[in-house]
């Protein structure tokens, strides 16, 4: 059809001409309404929007050198945002000759990772930043879903009927 005529045609039926797909040979139209299906795209759009799950970073900073009644303070603040559904950011801080033992930093790391094994699972392992050790937890997958199923007995079959049209076997 002729775009003159197309565009004519679309007028008298107060709705718009659509071009849906330009590199077409030849190029293909649609006659629809444009303002109400941009307002029907944009209401989709916010739908999915308000269904998606946003997932915040929590950090918790830490120091190579903190006590152990701070580590269990800073574990259990880390748990708490597990729970909520947060992943997070374990950040060991170095200052000056801090650097030179990078070793404990990751010490504190692993002893994190303990305390919090039946929260979380690693995402990202722990890895130097700059003056900064960091590794990212985030919430384990619940024990149901990650223990492998108990195999199905087999089952039983029914017994064969004989008909007693075909001949025993015997054994020779």
Excluded: W
Excluded at 100 to 127: C, F, S, T, W, Y
């Amino acid at each position: 059809m002729k775009t003159r005529e197309a565009l004519a045609l679309a007028r008298s039926q107060n709705n718009d001409l659509v071009e849906v797909a330009p590199n077409a040979q030849p190029p293909v139209c649609r006659i629809m309404d444009y303002g109400k299906y941009r307002y029907e795209q944009d209401k989709k759009e916010k739908e999915a929007r308000k269904s998606q799950k946003v997932i915040t970073i929590k950090e918790v900073r830490l120091r190579p050198k903190i006590d152990d009644h701070d580590l269990k303070t800073k574990g259990n603040q880390a748990r708490g945002f597990l729970e909520e559904g947060h992943k997070v950011k374990m950040t060991v801080l170095f200052r000056g000759r801090e650097m030179a033992h990078q070793d404990i930093g990751r010490e504190v790391l692993n002893e994190m990772i303990d305390m919090l094994k039946d929260v979380a699972q690693i995402e990202q392992a722990p890895r130097v930043e700059g003056r900064n050790m960091s590794m990212m937890l985030s919430k384990a997958a619940s024990k149901s879903s990650s223990e492998p199923k108990a195999p199905r007995p087999p089952r039983p079959t029914p017994p064969v009927q004989d008909g007693g049209s075909a001949p025993a076997a015997t054994a020779e």
